[in-house]
């Protein structure tokens, strides 16, 4: 080998041993890189479960009925009422999802909206204020298109509370409230052969609360003010401290002593634990 093919080996040595150099450092950087995005990952996972930790979700779903064709007059009320409890909660943390004047599909809807948040440790509550009919021994949250003519067709166009009672317990809800508004004289009655007053009792399920405007088979009047009754006591009740069972009982005896027993809302607790719905409270 003489001297010039050498050289030319030499620097073909040196060349390779360049291109070796940068490929091992292009690879060194690019696990480097893969190594940082692998750590951040893990990163922002732990603070999102660390933050996660220890907070309970607060779902609600509120249905404010008023506009109902059958009806001789809206329910005003019963829309102030989702209005003004929606407010009040999402001050006391609660998620909630309002519908006004609800058709069966938006109240469907809702309830799968819902029922697709909820988690183990959620504390979930439903109001309902409009006109409620009983139907067997189920009470139905009556949609504004509901075409009532006999007992099936509240079966047919209502949503039953009983139901979603059991959607809450079958999703694991940590506890369950219920705020019943709909023991109204609605525009359906005299078109049953035989025909029951106001909402059937409402079974409370494992860890559950509910409020409803009047006894089992009781009609209530709505008075003349901005809100219901019902809604204008608990108002009122929900800013004290304590629980929500106080809460609910406080109400229920305020509204009996103010009608000096024509109205006299029921509260059914299988509660578990104590549950409380004001954050200033707790």
Known sequence: ???????????????????????????????????????????????????????????????????????????????????????????????????????????????????????????????????????????????????????????RNGVSIDGVLDMMKQQGAKAKLVVVDASRRNPYERRFRSYSHGLAPISAPDNALILSSASPGKVADDGKGEHSVLVSELLNNLDAQGSAESVFNKTRVAISRASEGDQVPTVSSSLLEDIRISQAGG
């Open 1 to 155: 080998m003489n001297v010039r093919q050498l050289d030319i080996s030499r620097r073909t040595i040196a060349v390779a041993a360049a291109l070796i150099g940068t490929v091992s450092l292009v690879i060194g950087a690019h696990a480097a890189l893969n190594m940082r995005t692998l750590d951040a990952a893990k990163a922002v996972s732990t603070d999102q479960i660390t933050g996660t930790i220890g907070q309970t979700s607060r779902l609600a779903l509120v249905i404010g009925n008023g506009h109902y064709p059958d009806a001789s007059a809206p329910l005003t009320q019963s829309i102030n009422d989702a209005r003004a409890l929606s407010s009040t909660l999402r001050k006391n943390g609660f998620d909630v999802d309002m519908v006004e004047d609800a058709s069966k599909d938006d109240m469907v809807r809702a309830v799968n909206r819902l029922k697709s948040r909820i988690k183990r440790d959620s504390v979930v509550m439903l109001f309902f204020g409009g006109y409620g009919v009983q139907a067997g021994r189920e009470s139905y949250m009556l949609p504004v298109d509901a075409v009532i003519w006999k007992e099936s067709d509240v079966r």
